[in-house]
Each structure stands twice: as C-alpha cells, then as structure tokens.
C-alpha cells in the first residue's frame, strides 16, 4: 500500500511542469480568501444596519403616535429590539439619545454617540426627553456588536474599541403628534 503511495507522490516532486500554476495558487489564495471574508462581513454589517434602522423607524412612528403616554428608556430600548428582528445582545448593547431639537436654531446631536460597552457599567442616560406636542425630536440608536472576522479585512476596521467590538449608529427625526 505505502509503495502505491510513494512512486506517484515521487514523480509528482519531481515534476517541474506545474510549478508556475503552483505559485500562482499560492500567492493568489490569500487575496481570494480574504475578499470572501470580507464579502461575509459586510454582508453581516449590512443585515445588522438594515435591522437596526428598521427597528429605530417602527418604535419611532410608535412614539410619535403616542404623544400623551409616558415611554421610558427601557420601554424603547425593548420596542426597538423587538422590531429589529434579532440583533445578537440588543438590550444590553443599545445606547439611545432622544433630545428635542429647535429647528430654528438646529444645533445637533454630539458628533460621538454615547455607546454602550458591555464589561463596563451603562453611563446615565445622556439627552432624554419625551417632547412635547408639535416638537422636533432626534433620536439616535447606537447598537455594539462582535464582528464575525475580527481579525482579517473589514471585521478588523470594524472592531475600533478596545474591546474589539464595532458600533453602528442609526438616527431618526420625528415631530411629536398632537393629542
């Protein structure tokens, strides 16, 4: 059996033929794979995205439709996880901003949002304000999360914290309903 074995992979050795296709393959290999995990993580960023901004926008219309009852913090963080469709950890990884705005006098919100880390405890909340009726309100999402590949293409670029978690960042502009 080892001699059926050892005359093939003898003469394959030997053989000189294919070596330019062989180096080639090698040098090309790790381009190709790192371009498909690439293409896994931005496929996997971009459904994360899509989820988040879906769940920021149903909770808002609810909150703009609701002007009268009193919605805490942790009622929208549950609402927005619940319309997102399943973000891995989103009540504990979602950081939201809800703050009136004049938009006379438009000032926005900080350039860096508040988010979330999970081995840390959760700052107060900054900027929370139900509105009043006929108010301009922002509302800002920020939602961490675990790259797939953390540590090859654009799950590196990703993972910016020192935790290696990547944060994506959704925000919505509504104006409260009147009664």
Not at 36 to 58: A, K, P
Not at 103 to 111: D, M, Y
Request: net charge neutral.
């Amino acid at each position: 059996m080892i001699t059926l074995l050892k005359n093939p992979l003898k003469r394959f050795r030997k053989e000189e033929a294919g070596s330019v296709y062989t180096i080639e393959f090698v040098l090309m290999l790790p381009i190709l794979f790192v371009t498909f995990l690439f293409g896994i993580e931005l496929t996997t960023y971009s459904n994360r995205q899509f989820q988040l901004d879906r769940g920021l926008e149903v909770t808002t219309r609810l909150v703009r439709l609701t002007t009268g009852r009193f919605i805490t913090h942790d009622d929208l963080t549950k609402a927005i996880c619940d319309n997102s469709g399943g973000l891995a950890n989103c009540e504990t990884m979602l950081r939201l901003e809800m703050v009136p705005m004049n938009p006379r006098q438009f000032s926005g919100l900080p350039a860096m949002p508040d988010c979330t880390s999970a081995p840390f405890p959760v700052n107060p909340v900054r900027g929370w304000s139900l509105g009043q009726q006929h108010e301009l309100m922002l509302l800002r999402a920020c939602y961490k999360f675990t790259p797939v590949v953390a540590s090859v293409g654009l799950g590196k670029l990703l993972g910016a914290d020192s935790d290696g978690m990547g944060r994506m960042v959704s925000i919505s502009a509504f104006v409260q309903e009147p009664e």
